[in-house]
Structures are given as C-alpha cells and as structure tokens.
C-alpha cells in the first residue's frame, strides 16, 4: 500500500520558532513536492526537489527552507514562524497518475 | 498570478443531480490535468486525470471535458451521492516544468440527500 507520511497532523508553534515539517514516502520516487493549502487559494507550491540534495523554489518560498537528505525524506523549515504562516501544508511524493499525497500537517502560529 | 482558475467556489446540488466544476488555464504548454478530491482532514486523492489529445475521458459517474481551444476542462459528477460531498481541486502540469502540478482554488461540494 501506497504511503505518505507527514510527521505531525496538528503543531501549535509559538511565532519566531524554528519549524520543521518532515515527509516520508516508501515509493522510491525522486520527485517529492511541499504545498500550503488556504481557503479560495487552492494549493500553492513551496519548494520542491528531483533528487537527493537537490531543491528547487517553488511559487512562494519565501519564509521556507526545505532538506533532502534520503530519497524517502523531505522537510519543510519555517526559519522563524509568522503568524501568516499558519496553513494547512501537504507534501506530495510521485509524478502524474503516481503522484500521492499525505495526510497534512496543519500548523497554527501563535 | 493564478495559472489555473476554478469555479465556482462552492456547490448545492440535490442527490442524484449532476455536478459540474469549471477550469481554465493560461499556459499552453500544459499537458496533464488531473482532478483531486478531497474529504475533511485528509490529503487529496486523485480522482481522475486527462491528457489533451482527448476531449472526453469517463471513470464511472465522474467525466472530464476537455476543450483545448478554448483552454477549458470541467468535472461533471453524474448522479451525485451524498459521498461526493468533498472539495475538488483541478490541477495542470508540463514535463518541460518538471511536472509540478499548478492547482485551482478548490471547489466544495455539498450532495444534499
């Protein structure tokens, strides 16, 4: 069975913390991907990365980090929490018809 | 600026009745368009998927229309069941772009029984 797992589904961060959203996939997929998803906005892409090591900026990676590492690992880093930073964040592992993602991780900044 | 544009927002419709969501898109280079659904506090799954050498593809009650000239695609659901209550997202991609997957503002469908 296929899986996506993000580390936390609920985080309350307090504003200015170092934040760190982690996604592990157990498909062997080079491609993995971080979004925020916001009412009426629809899912907008942070960062996303083809291979180990590599990263590349998405439409909005202002305020975010990410690390790849491990093929199965991809993590999200918020430098310094804002409270405009409080979304729904959903990483997605795999291309087009095995493209998959997780269950998200929603985070509120105090 | 918003590549993929949805509508409408949100969506009444009576069980049994037929749903119908709308996106268009600006750049021509895309070549895949999936649709994703949604239900409370879990990821998107993906629903159903078309490529643009087709103006029609049909997985049970759920049916993609793709209009390449007008850069358009829809989601019908057909005989709409209280299930179906969900947020809809369409999305589109390009292989020259690394397939990254640009998504609509996300519809919520309400099936009423």
């Known amino acids: 069975d296929v899986k996506v797992t993000q580390s936390s589904r609920y985080l309350v961060k307090r504003t200015g913390e170092k934040v760190f959203l982690e996604c592990v996939q157990d498909m062997d997929h080079e491609n993995m991907f971080w979004y925020r998803q916001d009412p009426g906005l629809g899912l907008r892409l942070i960062y996303f990365?083809?291979?180990?090591?590599?990263?590349e900026k998405g439409d909005i990676p202002e305020g975010y980090s990410v690390s790849r590492e491990k093929k199965e690992r991809f993590s999200l880093i918020l430098e310094s929490a804002s409270t405009n930073q409080t979304s729904m964040y959903l990483c997605l592992s795999g291309l087009s018809s095995e493209a998959f993602f997780g269950q998200g991780t929603r985070l509120t900044v105090v | 600026q918003q590549q993929v544009k949805q509508s409408p927002q949100s969506l009444i419709v009576q069980k049994g009745g037929i749903s119908i969501i709308n996106c268009a898109y600006e750049?021509?280079?895309?070549?895949?368009f999936p649709w994703y659904q949604q239900f409370p506090g879990k990821g998107p799954a993906l629903l159903i998927a078309?490529?643009?050498?087709?103006s029609e593809k049909k997985e049970g009650r759920f049916t993609i229309s793709f209009n390449k000239s007008a850069k358009q695609f829809s989601l019908h659901i057909m005989d709409s069941q209280p299930g179906d209550s969900a947020t809809y997202f369409c999305?589109?991609?390009?292989?020259?772009?690394?397939?990254?997957?640009?998504f609509g503002g996300g519809t919520r469908v309400l099936v009423k029984p």
């Open positions: 750049n021509t280079a895309f070549d895949y």
């Open positions: 999305a589109a991609s390009w292989g020259a772009a690394g397939n990254k997957l640009t």
């Open positions: 078309i490529r643009p050498d087709v």
């Open positions: 990365s083809y291979d180990v090591k590599m990263k």
